[in-house]
């Protein structure tokens, strides 16, 4: 089963506006990861944050974590429509490099 | 550098017929993933591996599903029979070093079971 849920399942907003999705998980972690994923590619991937980390970016990107909610929010700014793709959150519980993944988000950048 | 390498991107099969699906990594990636992705839904673990040795598996349909990573570099997974539940992506991914580094997917090999 799946560690993570990805909320909302699919976003529509216009070029230059900001697109915010979030994750919850259900057990405690050592980090937790975001994905994107373009219409029938592989996943690349975009901004990892430890548990012991509230708040990291990377370029126009954003990511909080709350441990005590088990949840994390995606922040894009100043969206474009390359944008365009699917996001998941990946969680990490066990003691190696297990990640799970979340049920994705979809998100639409209209130009 | 090149990075993950799947073959076949795209495979038709009927039913019951074996179906092989190859990776290789990122040269000096311990760490190798197989995930299975259906459509509109995240990839769910497979098998992981840490070098030759399969420490997760945990998910993989044993009775049709088998996979191996030869001198630990690249790997195969078999089906054998496929059923039509099976037509999804299959996905490899492979990382470096300790807990918590980033895991580098390939593109993904798309299976049709008809």
């Known amino acids: 089963s799946q560690q993570g849920e990805e909320d909302p399942q699919a976003l529509s907003i216009q070029e230059g506006e900001n697109a915010t999705m979030n994750c919850s998980y259900k057990t405690s972690i050592n980090n937790l990861q975001w994905y994107r994923q373009n219409s029938g590619r592989g996943l690349v991937h975009l901004i990892l944050?430890?548990?012991?980390?509230r708040e990291k970016h990377s370029g126009r990107l954003r990511v909080t974590l709350d441990t005590s909610k088990k949840s994390s929010s995606l922040l894009i700014t100043a969206s474009r429509a390359a944008d365009t793709a699917s996001y998941f959150c990946a969680t990490d519980a066990g003691t190696g490099n297990q990640f799970y993944f979340g049920t994705g988000t979809s998100l639409t950048v209209i130009p | 550098e090149a990075g993950v390498v799947q073959s076949p991107r795209y495979k038709i099969i009927e039913k019951k017929q074996p179906v092989a699906f190859w990776c290789n990594p990122i040269?000096?990636?311990?760490?190798l993933y197989w995930y299975l992705q259906n459509l509109g839904q995240g990839p769910e673990l497979l098998i992981r591996y840490e070098n030759e040795e399969a420490v997760d598996d945990s998910q993989l349909p044993k009775d049709r599903f088998s996979a191996e990573r030869l001198k630990g570099v690249d790997s195969t997974l078999k089906i054998q029979p496929a059923e039509l539940g099976d037509s999804a992506v299959y996905l490899c991914?492979?990382?470096?070093?300790?807990?918590?580094?980033?895991?580098?997917f390939g593109q993904g090999t798309r299976l049709t079971v008809v």
């Open positions: 040269s000096g990636h311990n760490t």
């Open positions: 991914a492979s990382s470096f070093g300790s807990a918590g580094t980033e895991a580098f």
């Open positions: 944050i430890r548990s012991n980390e």
